[in-house]
């Protein structure tokens, strides 16, 4: 598994603006197995897709079954994956170090809100702190943002959490939904690789483009298994004509 680590690590240095990492997201093994085939270096997962995939609303799954499903995604492939664990599930960081590598997770995303109000971000990094001393290089920490989501969009609180985070050990910075307009001042203000969303839609920024702006990875959260639920609907919906 260190070698896995490494493997997500290395793929987050030094690349070259307009030439972002791209990571679809697997909600299960066969749809993780169709990803690493079709020759992306890493995978991540969306809490939401899984949660959808497991017949639950976004935000809730029981931990035990979202880790469940992680292990079964790792299980599939041979490259790494980092594990979408929205707020933690409120345990305790050591707790929560254990839970991702014995599923197999070489990475992860810890969301600093929780019941959609942001938390205090002062004790987020201290948690987040504690957990990168539990993980001890063997989980790459992307640590999410939600003042886009949750907050009042100002993008200097969103520098101002990122730079806690990083403090305390995250190795990348997520704020999500954050506008495209100001990627390049959260790139300007923010130490280390930036995780943008790519939204699948005609108007939508490439991941091309959203790496210009400065994003060093790119995400695209629930949205691969929303249109292959679409699809299959289209089938079925063919299906009984």
């Known amino acids: 598994m260190t070698g896995a680590v490494e493997a997500l690590r290395a793929l987050h240095v030094r690349r070259p ?3 972002p990492l791209i990571l679809p997201g697997p909600w299960d093994a066969a749809s993780a197995r169709a990803l690493a085939e079709a020759g992306f270096e890493a995978l991540a997962t969306p809490s939401a897709g899984v949660a959808a995939a497991l017949g639950y609303a976004d935000g809730e799954t ?3 079954e979202m880790f469940a499903a992680v292990a079964r995604i790792t299980r599939a492939v041979d490259v790494p994956v980092t594990a979408d664990i929205e707020d933690g599930y409120g345990l305790a960081p050591k707790e929560l170090v254990e839970r991702l590598l014995a599923a197999g997770a070489v990475g992860c995303n810890i969301e600093d809100s929780t019941g959609g109000a942001l938390k205090d971000p002062r004790e987020h990094a201290d948690y987040l702190a504690e957990f990168c001393a539990a993980a001890a290089g063997r989980i790459l920490l992307n640590a999410r943002v939600d003042t886009f989501v949750h907050g009042d969009g100002d993008p200097e609180q969103a520098v101002e959490r990122a730079a806690l985070y990083v403090a305390a050990g ?6 999500i939904m954050a506008p495209v307009a100001v990627l390049p001042l959260l790139r300007s203000g923010i130490e280390g690789p930036l995780n943008a969303l790519a ?3 005609p108007d939508g920024p490439s991941p091309a483009a959203l790496g210009e702006l400065g994003a060093t990875r790119i995400t695209f959260g629930p949205q691969l298994q929303r249109r292959a639920a679409a699809s299959a609907a289209e089938l079925a919906a063919g299906l009984r004509q």
């Not at 995250?170 to 704020?175: H, K």
């Open 62 to 64: 029981p931990a035990d």
């Open 170 to 175: 995250a190795e990348c910075v997520y704020p």
């Open 17 to 19: 603006q307009g030439d």
């Open 199 to 201: 939204l699948l839609t």
